[in-house]
Each structure stands twice: as C-alpha cells, then as structure tokens.
C-alpha cells in the first residue's frame, strides 16, 4: 500500500514545481502592484450565508468556506488593496475539479467595479504564464487556449440563447438554470480562449451588489477557461438593509429545504456600515494549475487527495 | 435508498423498474449553484446508455441483483439448460439470452448467472475455457509465415482464427473476453 502512494507522490514532482511557482508568481503580480497579503482566521464562528455551500464543523465553530468575512471586513476598515491564499473547506465537494479542501486566491481592491476586475484578472493571468514560460498560449485538454488576443467577454443572457436556445427567465423558471449551466453551456467556454460570463441571475450571488437600473441582476462574472470556471468575481454589496434581507432569504431557503442553518456574522454586519465601493475575486489556486500543466483532474496538482491522507 | 451522493462508479440501481449501472459519474458544482450528480447509467436489459444529472434530493432504490452459481448441462429444442449448483433447480434460457456466451458452452460447464429480481439478465463466464476444434483445414507447410491464421470450427459451432498448426481433434484455449485465441492445450 505504502509503496504504491510513493510512486503516485514521487510521480507529482513536476507538476507540484510547476504549481509552487504560480504560486509564488501569483503573490509577485499583487505585491508588485500594492496589495498587502494578509491571513485570516480559517476558523471562524459564523459563516455568511450561502445556498448551497456547506461548512465543515470544528468544535463549535467552523472552517471557512472562503475567506470573504474577514477580508471584507479589512477592506471596510480602510484596506485598500489586499490578497491571500490560503485553504478553504467545503463540506461533501469531491469530484474530478473538486476538493472539500483546496486552495483559492482571494482579492479585493477599493473603488473599482467588476468591469475592472475582469481586466486585472486577464492582466493577472498573462502576467504569471509569461513568467512561467508560456507566453500566449496554454495547452489544456487537446485544445489551444490563446491567452494574447482579447479574452471572451459574454452574458449570462447572451451565452444561454447561444448554447441552450434559452432565456434567463426560462432556465429559471423551468427549475434548470444549473444544470444548463453545467451540461450545456460550460462545455464550450473559454477553449480557444479565456471567456468571462457576466451579469449572473441575483438569486446566484449573494453579497453581490445589484446591477444599476437592473435590479434582478448581480454584478457578478465568472472566468472560464478550457470549459472549467476558474474564478468568481463582483461588485461588493455595501447597502445594509439589501444585505439584512439577502440573508434572510437564504436563511428562509435553507431552513425550507432541509439544510443546516449556520450562524451569521454579526461583527461583519456592523463593519459594513463603512464598507467602500470595491469588488472582490476568488480564484481556483488549484484549477489555474490544472490549466498550466494540462492535468485533466484536480487530483493531479495536489500532493494528496484526501484517499490518500 | 441511495442518495444522489452515494452514487459511485459500478453501483447498481433501481429506475423506472428496470435495473442500471452507473458507468461514469462525476460530482459538479457550479460557482454559486447547487451540487449536481452527472452520471452516465447503462440500463443492464438494453444496454442502452444514456446519461444523467440528479440533485442531492433525488433517491434510488438498489436493484436487486443476484448472481448465482450454475453449470450448464444441454440444449435441447433450442433452449439452453442449466442447473442451479446449491438447489438443483433447472432454469431453461433462450438462444437471444444466452447471446455470445454460446460459443463457449459445453457441457457440464461452470458459469454465473446474473438475476434481476427474478428475471436471468446474463451469463459470466470463466476468462478461459478450452474447446475442441472439430473443423480444420490440414497445414500446408507454406503457411508457416508470422501472423499468419487460419478459420477453424470449434465444437460448439463457434468459428476462430487459429495458428495455421492447429489440427482437428485438438483443444485449444479460448479467452472469453476477447473471443480470442489464446494457446493449445495438451493433454
């Protein structure tokens, strides 16, 4: 048994090299342009309500899902530019691009809006392949992702009608919005060349703010690349009442289907009252180096996978 | 019950009364949405495939699968018998459920039958059964080039690619997964 898990580490050598030095190329691009890293508790006592995302209980408090409440909490408290990497917890997510514990980058810079955050995060991108040694373009999965030209940028809206024939009211009302997602329109996103998805339903973003003159949808993008969401972004949410009632839809829709109803925070309510405009991206540590090394599965770019601790 | 969560590659569940192995699965979950169970199912009658995304609400009942120990004993009239080896019960098969396996059934033969709550669904084989070719064009030396092959008849009618030195009388060994010939047996 034990022989055989030293042939699979010693077997992840260079792809784990390649990983450490996105990793450290990652944290050049943000100290490089002014952001303080910071560390955030990963145990915490109380998470911000989410749907579907479940915590992993630790005593009577849980590790985070993501690092958002205490980051967010900084930004309000006059931290203009911060990041950090670090493991996040997800109850019950194991799959071929997921692990109940894995890596996300996480950033927030004041006074922008999402718009801005789509840019940085393809400045980011194609700052850390040229330094890794890819310059324009990553090979992922049999296809040619060209990072040179200009990324997609496409709607919620926009890529529904292109793949699925579909409007956002339809997959909604027919109760089908994720699964379209995930087995119609994923597939094609971001294979010749990265592709933001913008403008999300306002059911499916929480903390996001709403979009002016539109309130039924969330400033909210994700990033594709070779069919896999590589990260998540919006406009911070900064209006306290909007926030008071978010969470308590989400409260009312878990309690109503039969999930845990976690405990919220009340400090991060209290320090919003001087949140800025900003916005925020997380960003899959461990499905950007899927990318850079052509590994099919997650489970290639971590040393271990929980089968194997 | 299953849940969706508890679906695995290889399970065997209950759909619409009819039984099905998962082939593929895989857990997705888009960024802000809810957890998705995307399977491919092969129906274990048709072998149809087909696949599917369920919820982590949706639940299965296991299908009710049994493999039973059993020894072919003849056919007669077009029917395959085999006999139970605990009960001794006999169980009579048609040639359209018996399908490829009949290549390989000689008598006296031990195979497992697969039971779908009481219905046969199929036959596994032992990976090697050693068969007698009772059909052979006689070698003509020239033939002996690599690679080369030759059709012979089997004793259960089954016809094979052989070495060109496989006479008629002789036994050969056969590997049940592949068809194929694998070596001569001697006595």
């Given amino acids: 048994m034990s022989q055989r898990w030293n042939a699979t580490l010693s077997g992840k050598r260079d792809i784990l090299a390649v990983r450490a030095r996105m990793v450290q190329s990652i944290r050049n691009y943000f100290i490089s342009r002014d952001y303080l890293e910071v560390e955030t508790p990963n145990r915490i006592p109380a998470l911000i309500p989410e749907p579907y995302i479940d915590a992993v209980a630790s005593g009577e408090w849980f590790l985070h899902t993501s690092p958002e409440v205490c980051m967010k909490r900084l930004v309000a408290a006059g931290y203009r530019r911060i990041f950090q990497i670090c493991k996040c917890y997800r109850e019950g997510e194991r799959g071929s691009r997921h692990l109940a514990e894995f890596t996300l980058l996480e950033w927030y810079c004041e006074g922008v809006d999402y718009y801005s955050l789509m840019d940085q995060c393809e400045e980011m991108i194609i700052a850390v392949a040229r330094d890794l040694g890819y310059g324009d373009v990553v090979h992922y999965h049999g296809n040619t992702i060209s990072l040179s030209g200009a990324w997609g940028r496409i709607s919620v809206a926009d890529v529904l009608a292109r793949y699925a024939r579909m409007s956002i009211e339809e997959a909604i009302h027919g109760d089908c919005f994720d699964e379209v997602m995930v087995c119609s329109v994923e597939p094609h996103l971001g294979i010749d060349r990265p592709t933001f998805v913008y403008d999300y339903p306002l059911s499916s973003g929480v903390l996001a703010k709403e979009k002016d003159m539109d309130p039924l949808t969330a400033e909210r993008f994700e990033l594709y690349m070779g069919g896999m969401e590589i990260a998540n972004g919006f406009s911070e949410l900064v209006d306290l009442e909007e926030h008071h009632r978010r969470f308590r839809e989400v409260r009312e829709y878990r309690r109503s289907t039969g999930k845990k109803v976690f405990p919220e925070p009340a400090h991060f309510l209290s320090d919003l009252v001087t949140m800025p405009d900003s916005a925020g991206v997380a960003l899959g540590v461990d499905r950007l180096a899927m990318i850079f090394t052509d590994s099919p599965v997650i489970d290639d770019v971590v040393a271990f996978t929980p089968e194997m601790v | ?187």
Avoid at chain 2, 20 to 44: C, D, I, T
Avoid at chain 2, 101 to 116: G, P, Q, S
Avoid at chain 2, 139 to 148: F, H, I, L, P
Wanted: aromatic share 12%; hydrophobic share 35%; glycine share 6%.
């Fill in chain 2, 1 to 187: 019950m299953y849940n969706a969560s508890d679906l695995r590659k290889g399970l065997r569940i209950k759909i619409d009364n009819e039984p099905y192995v998962v082939v593929e699965f895989n857990f997705v979950k888009p960024g802000k949405g809810q957890a998705l169970y995307r399977s491919k199912l092969k129906n274990m009658i048709t072998g149809a495939q087909f696949e599917r995304t369920f919820r982590v609400a949706d639940t299965f009942e296991p299908a009710d699968l049994r493999e039973k120990k059993m020894q072919y004993l003849y056919k007669e009239e077009g029917k395959y018998c085999f006999m139970d080896s605990e009960s001794y019960d006999q169980l009579f098969l048609t040639e359209g459920q018996v399908g490829e396996a009949k290549r390989y059934l000689i008598d006296n033969l031990d195979v497992e039958i697969l039971f779908f709550e009481d219905k046969p669904l199929g036959i596994n084989l032992p990976n090697f059964v050693d068969l007698i070719v009772v059909k052979a064009e006689p070698w003509a030396r020239g033939d002996s080039v690599s690679g080369k092959t030759k059709p012979v008849t089997l004793q259960t009618g089954y016809q094979i690619q052989v070495p060109p030195f496989i006479e008629e009388g002789e036994k050969i060994r056969v590997d049940t997964r592949s068809g194929e010939y694998l070596t001569r047996v001697k006595e």
